[in-house]
T-cell receptor, first 115, second 112 residues
């Protein structure tokens, strides 16, 4: 199955600043996604990272707040911009697809605390 | 869009007993249904998945059943062990978008 490296694993940031999270997959994948998970809660899809084009955002998430890049089939970044304490959460990268024999794989997540 | 409901939210079983977690989905176009196990401080790990052309799939102590007519699918864990204790998530995905929509999760506790 695909292996995802996500970094940083955790960070504490000042409000008003931005943090960029990196997601590296060890093989080319069709789909890449970004999720947010509040402690003790389920996973909420932020956006689909499209290779070579703008990401597709879910309702409640906008590009100005969560800009996403996907320059190739193995790498994506998520930036959390102008952070506030409400952005404190776990951010997860996922890669794969139905048609892939290994389904969807997740990274280990980035635990973000905004102070 | 798709909506996935998961029950129960918590489940406590004695070691060796079976555990069953149930999910329902709303979008009849969904055709891929994975189950994930998430341990504390880690990302979700795929444990089993099923596609809509199959009614049941088994992998050792874990099995998943799918009823497309009723739009529900279930995870069955037999001979539970303490290391099965974790949070389990179901998800559904339509071919049209390939994105996963998750259920709310079930916290499983296996008592030794």
């Amino acid at each position: 199955s695909a292996v995802i490296s996500q970094k940083p694993s955790r960070d504490i940031c000042q409000r008003g600043t931005s943090l960029t999270i990196q997601c590296q997959v060890d093989s080319q994948v069709t789909m890449m996604f970004w999720y947010r998970q509040q402690p003790g809660q389920s996973l909420t899809l932020i956006a689909t990272a499209n290779q070579g084009s703008e990401a597709t955002y879910e309702s409640g998430f906008v590009i100005d707040k969560f800009p996403i890049s996907r320059p190739n089939l193995t790498f994506s970044t998520l930036t959390v911009s102008n952070m506030s304490p409400e952005d404190s959460s776990i951010y997860l990268c996922s890669a794969g697809g139905h048609q892939d024999s290994y389904g969807y794989t997740f990274g280990s997540g980035t635990r973000l605390t905004v102070v | 869009g798709e909506n996935v409901e998961q029950h129960p939210s918590t489940l406590s079983v004695q070691e060796g007993d079976s555990a069953v977690i149930k999910c329902t989905y709303s979008d009849s176009a969904s055709n891929y249904f994975p189950w994930y196990k998430q341990e504390l401080g880690k990302g979700p790990q795929l444990i089993i998945d099923i596609r809509s052309n199959v009614g049941e799939k088994k992998d050792q102590r874990i099995a998943v059943t799918l009823n497309k007519t009723a739009k529900h699918f279930s995870l069955h864990i037999t001979e539970t062990q303490p290391e099965d204790s974790a949070v389990y998530f179901c998800a559904a995905s339509p071919d049209s978008s390939y994105k996963l929509i998750f259920g709310s999760g079930t916290r499983l506790l296996v008592r030794p």
